[in-house]
């Protein structure tokens, strides 16, 4: 069926304030497919879903131009202030001059559409990205005269303002548009 459960024994816990990497080896497809983006559900013992992972791998098993890390984190989830967003991106194809990255997913900032500043990477992108607020949608270029090497890790980050009242925690989605290579 494609699922694996993880369980934490009696007594065993997973801290909140630390990052828990789970690493297994999965056999890839004979035939190229589709990248597949896993979903990840975390339930307490009586299977209640809690909070949702905020950042995870986000396509596995045998994709062409596959994302082999997305990551995704934030400085903080208190209402109404600017929250720094930090995005960790691998790429297994290098990705040139032109192409475009799409973050998707991102909704429910209190941030109006317009450019948004960068750090970590951002000179590959020219130091700034294309904020949808309403959409929650990043488009990023890469800057004339850059390339980005296959398997090589970039940081990206950015500000937004979190919305006023609370909200569940989004799945955020990344995609490449342009010419790659191998």
Known sequence: TGTMVLTVPPGGFLPSDRATVLTFILTNPIEPQTAIAPNVHVNDAQGHELVPPRGLLQTVLGGAGSWTLFLVSEATNQNAVPNQISIFLTCDVTLFEGNKIVLS?????????????????????????????ASGVLTLTVSPSMTLLADEVFLLQFNVTNPASPQCAVTARVACVGRMAR
């Open 105 to 133: 997913g991102l909704t429910g900032s209190a941030s109006p559409s317009g450019t948004l500043r960068l750090g970590g990477a951002a000179a590959s992108f020219g130091h700034t990205g294309q904020w949808e607020g």
